[in-house]
């Protein structure tokens, strides 16, 4: 009975104490290394990044083009 009684005591202590800690440590692990980029999300945004600022290249020729062409197109558009 002795033997029952303290495996029963460890089992309890293991599910409150030791359980939940352990519970608690793998999720923030998970978390940790889901908030890494991986290589190939990395080379996604730099994809991204470098389209955006040829894409910003062309609109300030454009506007530059429109400033020349078409003076007063910015109050016309609402800007």
Known sequence: ???GGGAFVLGILFLVIVAPLWIIFHYITLWRSARR???E???ALGELWQSARRMEARIDALEKVLDAEAPGWRMRAGG
């Open 37 to 39: 980029l991986s290589g």
């Open 41 to 43: 999300d990395e080379k």
């Open 1 to 3: 009975m002795l033997f």
